[in-house]
């Protein structure tokens, strides 16, 4: 595996700027060109409570740190993180805790009244619409690097132009290397892992679960398996990677002090569960499969597909047409009625003509029991 400095592009800016959609669209770029390339989303990075000390940017930063090494098994010739930078400070603990790193920090900017229209768009109370754009505005510290005006761009120009400006590491595609995993500790505990056919709500409902086993205050990391996985040209087999970086960054979590950890995606049969337990020996999961009809899963697709609900970077269904929409509802049916067919899971939750809130409430009660 090379030791040569690996390219870590950030990203950066204010809520709203974009970072994240740009961010994913400029890994997918490189990655259809043959490119590989990793992305990792900061927001989702240190998702652990209660906070270590209160503050989530060192957890960040470790759990990053102990990516990296699978990340270079994988042949990653650079990575592409979003997220908020929060000043001089933060870039220096990246450096220290990435030796082998090359930080490129990039600063996006876009003008005022595209900031506006998107915080109003989130349905933000009006009146506090200007003072956010005041504060995006003023938040400007100079952490070198690269800054680009995206103006009005869309996310494929925007992306087009951080390429362009921005990627400075080589990006010819090459032969990926045969993956040598680092070690990790294995994880002991219990793993809480949601998976389900395409849109029937995963990432949505384990968010919902996270939150209320953070409000009475249970000890609790929250992993999102598409966060695990986000290499591409994407592997042949992604679900020895996608084990090797769950279980590094249930180890860091683990130290932080998490005892249970949420899983959202990942397994689409027991024959993958078993898969990930040949690089999980000590793991234990619980597998809830949440189900839908056929016409509540097209329902969520074409919901998808106009962009409502939460934005989740790299969400391949925003945008699409009606008929790429239908036959994803297509396979998702068919999926459903695989797994149903199969049983696949150890505890199967409805979700058809149910409230998250109610799904939520029923999985409580199931974990309670």
């Not at 996006?108 to 933000?124: D, H, I, K, N």
Request: with cysteine.
């Amino acid at each position: 595996m090379s030791t040569d400095p690996l390219p870590l592009l950030w990203l950066h800016g204010p809520p709203g700027v974009g970072a994240s959609s740009v961010g994913w669209e400029v890994f997918s770029r490189l990655g259809r060109d043959g490119v590989t390339t990793a992305f990792a989303d900061g927001d989702r990075l240190g998702l652990c409570y209660p906070v270590p000390d209160g503050d989530t940017l060192p957890l960040r930063a470790r759990a990053l740190a102990a990516l990296w090494p699978n990340l270079r098994a994988a042949g990653a010739r650079g990575v592409v993180m979003s997220g908020v930078l929060d000043g001089r400070e933060e870039l220096d603990l990246y450096a220290k805790l990435l030796p082998d790193a090359q930080l490129m920090p990039c600063r996006l900017r876009v003008p005022p009244e595209v900031l506006r229209a998107r915080y109003l768009s989130w349905g933000w109370r009006p009146d506090l619409a200007e003072a956010a754009v005041a504060d995006a505005l003023a938040d400007d510290d100079d952490l070198g690097g690269t800054c680009l005006d995206l103006g009005e761009l869309g996310v494929t120009e925007a992306a087009r132009l951080v390429c362009e400006q921005a990627v400075t590491w080589d990006a010819s595609p090459a032969d990926p290397p045969a993956a040598h995993w680092p070690g990790a500790s294995p994880a002991t505990e219990p793993i809480i892992w949601f998976s389900g056919p395409t849109a029937v709500g995963r990432s949505t409902v384990t968010r919902g679960v996270f939150s209320q086993l953070v409000l009475p205050g249970v000890p609790v990391a929250y992993v999102d398996v598409k966060q695990l996985c986000a290499v591409r040209p994407a592997p042949a087999d992604p679900r020895p990677l996608v084990a090797r970086n769950l279980a590094t960054l249930w180890e860091c979590y683990r130290d932080a002090g998490a005892r249970v950890l949420m899983v959202s995606g990942g397994p689409d049969s027991d024959q993958d569960v078993a898969a990930y337990l040949a690089y999980l020996p000590e793991a234990t999961p619980m597998v809830f499969r949440l189900h839908a009809s056929r016409e509540a899963l097209a329902e969520r697709v074409e919901a998808r597909g106009r962009g409502t609900g939460p934005k989740e970077p790299g969400d391949e269904l925003h945008g699409l047409d009606a008929d790429s929409l239908a036959a994803v509802a297509a396979r998702a049916a068919a999926e459903a009625a695989r797994m149903e067919q199969a049983d696949m899971g150890d505890i199967r939750i409805e979700t058809t003509g149910r409230s998250v809130y109610q799904t939520v409430v029923e999985i409580i009660q199931r974990l309670s029991d």
